[in-house]
């Protein structure tokens, strides 16, 4: 627990295959913005899927630019998108890829206690 008594909540990273583990629940998501039309952002994964993003102001997000995206799961494999962190031009999502499937499998202890 924090210094104020609630307990600190982990926001899985995921990539698209992991999507449907955290419906309805907020996760943190990196991809390249491939599209965008009035109200839906469509983002390449890192593991090479696209993902629907439901974000209110789409028009602050270029396409070719990498972000992470914070938001909730939809039932449809979705995000609602809350929150867009803007990420370097050079960041690598193969590697980065790399990094969710060993926190969700081989060291998923280290980083959501399972």
Do not use: W
Request: contains cysteine; negative net charge; hydrophobic residues 30%.
């Amino acid at each position: 627990m924090d210094k104020q008594g609630s307990e600190h909540v982990v926001t899985p990273r995921v990539n698209a295959s992991l999507l449907g583990v955290y419906t309805n629940q907020k996760v943190n998501f990196v991809g390249k913005v491939s599209q965008q039309s009035p109200g839906v952002i469509v983002f390449d994964s890192s593991d090479g899927t696209q993902v629907n993003i439901r974000y209110h102001n789409p028009s602050e997000l270029e396409v070719g630019c990498i972000y992470e995206m914070i938001g909730v799961v939809s039932p449809d494999c979705s995000i609602e998108g809350e929150k867009a962190v803007p990420y370097s031009s050079n960041f690598d999502l193969e590697v980065y890829n790399k990094f969710i499937e060993l926190a969700h499998r081989k060291y998923s202890h280290l980083f959501y206690g399972k």
